[in-house]
């Protein structure tokens, strides 16, 4: 009987440390990972990274020199004052104010030309042409000896010499010539000679 109870006591006993062993290891698996868990969890691999967008094209390259700019321009050098200009001298009259002619007897005549005049006085004017007077500077025409002609240049006037006297017409002398141009070689003919007169008429 005495062994019973002993052998009944010791498997009491046994169960009681293989229950107490087995409390001990659920409570021990469930605080703390088993190492191959541990070891799992330790050797985890880091999240792969996301994959770098693609490069993108460079920008073309913008020069960072800037054209040299021209120089600045000299200030202009003062200019020397001008050389004062030397007194004006009496300049030789032109031509035209040489022109040797009677003076007009009114005013308001003017000169039409000795074309004009050749249309009635062919004869004279062709004399006249040949002479030095149609050459010499300045020239002498019909109206340097007779006057303008514009108002006795019509027929009707020239018919009559005291109308065309009136209108202008001037017969010249030996006072004019020699106060003119002819004051030392003077001769008496010479206003016979300035041109030919149709039919034998006077002078002038």
Same mark, same amino acid.
């Given at each position: ?34 190492? =191959? ?91 006249? =042409? ?75």
């Amino acid at each position: 009987m005495r062994r019973k109870d002993a052998l009944r006591t010791s498997i009491l006993a046994l169960a009681g440390v293989v229950g107490m062993m087995s409390m001990t290891a659920c409570s021990g698996s469930q605080e703390s990972p088993a190492p =191959a868990q541990r070891e799992a969890a330790t050797t985890t691999q880091p999240a792969e990274p996301a994959p770098a967008p693609p490069p993108s094209e460079p920008a073309p390259a913008v020069p960072t020199t800037q054209a040299e700019a021209p120089p600045p321009a000299a200030p202009p050098e003062p200019s020397a004052p001008a050389a004062p200009e030397p007194p004006a001298t009496e300049a030789a009259a032109p031509a035209a104010a040489q022109v040797v002619e009677v003076p007009a007897t009114k005013p308001g005549l003017t000169r039409v030309g000795a074309d004009k005049c050749k249309m009635c006085h062919k004869v004279e004017y062709e004399s006249w =042409a040949a002479s030095a007077h149609a050459t010499s500077t300045p020239k002498l025409d019909c109206e340097s000896c007779h006057g303008p002609g514009s108002e006795y240049k019509t027929m009707a006037i020239m018919k009559d010499p005291d109308k065309a006297k009136a209108a202008g017409l001037v017969i010249p002398g030996k006072s004019f010539c020699t106060a003119s141009c002819h004051a030392k070689d003077w001769k008496d003919d010479m206003l016979e000679r300035a041109h030919a007169h149709k039919g034998g008429a006077g002078q002038g």
